[in-house]
């Protein structure tokens, strides 16, 4: 894989992370978008928990420093896949093997 991160529309997407962070996260998928400004990931906590992380970076008004949130397996997967969907339909096919196998290690987890 030669690319690190690809423009799709508005959004980047950056290589998922193949082992955790200093804090233990590993980030499954990191999507910046430039119009709006906006940023998620997708991981798996220390604690092995699927978590969502979204920012929105629009509103001044917006004080939410960490949005957080804990989802499901099955959500996790849903998200994943609407992913490689877009890679395929993107003729990205190297990004949508990558995703693939995080669709394939996400099932043998369990």
Do not use: H
């Amino acid at each position: 894989m030669s690319a690190k991160e690809v423009f799709i529309g508005r959004s980047l997407y950056q290589m998922p992370d193949s082992v955790p962070n200093e804090q233990g996260d590993r980030v499954l998928l990191k999507m910046r978008c430039f119009g709006p400004l906006e940023a998620e990931d997708l991981g798996i906590d220390a604690d092995g928990r699927f978590y969502e992380e979204y920012c929105w970076f629009e509103d001044d008004l917006y004080k939410d420093e960490n949005c957080r949130k804990y989802i499901t397996k099955e959500e996790m997967e849903e998200r994943i896949k609407s992913v490689q969907v877009m890679f395929e339909r993107s003729s990205c096919s190297e990004w949508a093997e990558i995703y693939k196998k995080l669709l394939d290690e996400l099932n043998m987890r369990e």
